[in-house]
């Protein structure tokens, strides 16, 4: 021929198809003799026969690439409901506090955490030869406990500075105090607005509630998916009264048990 050709074709299932082909004229002795040789509108006319050819073939392949658009969405669907199993259940406290390896102290349930860390402020004294504390630096905070790799933050103060430490201790049991009604259950319903934390591809977690919503019914939705199995053809056919299947023996040694159900008259008797 006289060319050659590149291709670029690219497939990442369920996100991208390219198919994509360049093609570069190579000049070779005699390529085009035959053609030189005849009138310009045969030429032309020629030419528009080929590109309506070229034209019907991309056409063809925009049909296809079409089908790969549907063939992808389920492909595509099939990875948001495998990324929704993989899903891992939340770690919580059991709303207990607990006090981890760097001294934060926290407690979780499976919607909401609270923590707080307090940092000692010190000066060296010489005379008392040891560092003495000056200050004491609170940081605590309430927030979402969800599956999600970001958590809402509901409240919280980041590095507030106490020169009395009675008076940190105070303050601190006063937020904790005004957020124990969160650490009560431990799945408590979730609030509207922060229900698109416990939600992985738009479907919320399982045993999960939403305020004012209903229980999702989760195995309700799992026996909507409708079963095309031999199997289940052959669970329809037995409720009939009397019935025979006729099918393919040699598909059927194969491990193929479909065939065609005949209804045949009977009685009670």
Do not use: C
């Not at 605590?140 to 201790?169: H, L």
């Not at 006063?174 to 509207?192: M, N, V």
């Not at 229980?215 to 289940?232: C, D, K, L, R, V």
């Amino acid at each position: 021929m006289p060319y050659s050709s590149y291709d670029h074709d690219k497939l990442e299932t369920a996100e991208t198809m390219r198919i994509e082909r360049r093609i570069y004229f190579e000049a070779k002795d005699g390529d085009i003799a035959p053609y030189v040789s005849l009138p310009p509108e045969q030429l032309h006319a020629m030419r528009e026969e080929s590109a309506a050819a070229e034209q019907a073939i991309f056409n063809d392949l925009s049909s296809r690439a079409a089908a790969w658009e549907e063939q992808a969405g389920k492909t595509l669907l099939l990875d948001k409901a495998i990324e929704y199993t993989r899903t891992t259940v939340v770690q919580h406290t059991a709303n207990e506090w607990q006090t981890t390896e760097h001294n934060r102290h926290i407690r979780s349930n499976r919607v909401y955490q609270m923590n707080y860390y307090i940092y000692e402020n010190t000066r060296y004294d010489k005379e008392a030869q040891k560092s003495i504390p000056y200050s004491w630096t609170l940081t605590w905070s309430v927030r979402t406990n969800s599956p999600s790799r970001t958590q809402a933050k509901i409240a919280g103060q980041d590095r507030k500075v106490f020169t009395d430490k009675a008076a940190m201790e105070k303050y601190l049991n006063g937020r904790i105090k005004a957020y124990d009604r969160l650490f009560t259950e431990i799945s408590p319903p979730i609030p509207q607005e922060y229900a698109d934390y416990f939600k992985v591809n738009g479907m919320l977690m399982p045993d999960y509630t939403i305020e004012g919503e209903e229980p999702p019914q989760q195995q309700q939705q799992a026996a909507a998916i409708p079963e095309t199995t031999g199997q289940e053809k052959e669970r329809e056919h037995m409720s009939e009264q009397f019935s025979i299947m006729i099918g393919n023996r040699s598909r059927f040694e194969a491990g193929d048990p479909s065939g065609y159900w005949l209804d045949m008259p009977a009685t009670k008797e």
